[in-house]
């Protein structure tokens, strides 16, 4: 079994900063692949970005040239650099896995619920305008 546990959420002004934490644990072998998604209130979960098993990254028309997905794979830990934030922005961000080989970023991004094996609890972040 994997575990996901997220941190670095909070309270932020619009046009500032914020590094999610994905801590993983519970699997030492093999390559998965890795996204993150929000929901936010009243709206349905959705990717906002993935890394594949090749290693290839995807972003959300919405993000892209503002937020970062990375992996530090020493640590088993994911993050998401988030920048120039927006009160849109708003909402719970949730770390997810998937063992499936070949699954690309792409893939990851547009996943269901449950279309990824793994997922952590959240963390809940809020842009202020």
């Known amino acids: 079994q994997l575990q996901l546990a997220e941190s670095g959420g909070g309270s932020v002004q619009a046009g500032g900063s914020l590094r999610l934490s994905c801590a993983a644990s519970?699997?030492?072998?093999?390559?998965?692949?890795m996204g993150w998604f929000r929901q936010a209130p009243g709206k349905e979960r959705e990717g906002v970005a993935a890394?594949?098993?090749?290693?290839?990254?995807a972003y959300t028309d919405s993000v892209k040239g503002r937020f970062t997905i990375s992996k530090d794979s020493a640590k088993n830990t994911l993050y998401l650099q988030m920048n120039s934030l927006k009160p849109e922005d708003t909402g719970m961000y949730y770390c997810?896995?998937?063992?499936?080989?070949?699954?690309?970023?792409?893939?990851?991004?547009?996943?269901?619920?449950?279309?990824?094996?793994?997922w952590g609890k959240g963390t809940l972040v809020f842009v202020s305008s």
């Open positions: 519970g699997y030492s072998y093999g390559t998965y692949s």
């Open positions: 890394i594949g098993t090749d290693g290839s990254t």
């Open positions: 997810a896995a998937d063992l499936e080989l070949g699954m690309t970023a792409t893939q990851v991004l547009g996943a269901t619920y449950y279309g990824m094996d793994y």
